[in-house]
């Protein structure tokens, strides 16, 4: 049986971390397709098992994100406004 996508990123995230753009790559989609496609992963994952998001830290200031629920990547510190922020990774833990 084949698998939809959302059950293949499901797949990919119970075997390791990965990034909005990654996912976006892998599957030649757009990023906001993925987004919908984790929106509704993080419901449809049965506990206690759950989609973590694993944000970055500010390799600028040391500013660390703490509860982020949005899966759309941080544009930039909101302390010290760096924009070269590293990509938040995703996981089904
Ligand atoms: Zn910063």
Known sequence: MEM??????????RDGEWT???LARNFV???KIIIDDLEHITRS???????????PTCD???????GRARFSDP?????C???HLLPQRFRIE
């Open 20 to 22: 909005l753009d990654e």
């Open 60 to 66: 600028h200031c040391g500013y660390r994100f703490k």
């Open 45 to 55: 994952v049965a506990p206690p098992s759950r989609l973590v998001i694993y944000p």
């Open 29 to 31: 989609v757009p990023r």
């Open 4 to 13: 939809t996508r959302r059950q293949e990123i499901m797949a990919m995230l």
């Open 75 to 79: 544009s930039r510190c909101p302390q």
């Open 81 to 83: 406004k760096n924009e």
